[in-house]
Nanobody, 124 residues
Framework: QVQLVQSGGGLVQAGGSLRLSCAAS????????IGWFRQAPGKEREFVEA????????YYTDSVKGRFTISRDNAKNTVYLQMESLKPDDTAIYYC?????????????????WGQGTQVTVSS
């Protein structure tokens, strides 16, 4: 079993930056990838970006390309999501999730363990 604990987030003005952290513990040797998702009020959970434990980044959401950067520190078993040039549309609860197996996925149902979620609010 993998446990994920998130930190970071908060309130920021448009154009500002935030960094989210996702610390993994437990059976980290079973992790193939860590993904970040977000869910805005009234919307479905949306895939943002993922990284394999070996460091390969996987993009999906065009709206965050060039603004968000995922990275990982294996020594700390921690994955980060650096968010720059934030927009009000980025306002959501952000979740990290761990996936085992041998491939990445953009679907929440394919992830086994989830962090507790952290609120990101971008004011205009």
């Amino acid at each position: 079993q993998v446990q994920l604990v998130q930190s970071g987030g908060g309130l920021v003005q448009a154009g500002g930056s935030l960094r989210l952290s996702c610390a993994a513990s437990g059976r980290t040797d079973s992790i193939y990838a860590i993904g970040w998702f977000r869910q805005a009020p009234g919307k479905e959970r949306e895939f943002v970006e993922a990284i394999t434990w070996s460091g390969i980044r996987v993009y999906y959401t065009d709206s965050v390309k060039g603004r968000f950067t995922i990275s990982r520190d294996n020594a700390k078993n921690t994955v980060y999501l650096q968010m720059e040039s934030l927009k009000p549309d980025d306002t959501a609860i952000y979740y990290c999730a761990a996936r085992g197996g041998w491939s990445t996925s953009v679907f929440p149902r394919d992830y086994d363990s989830w962090g507790q979620g952290t609120q990101v609010t971008v004011s205009s």
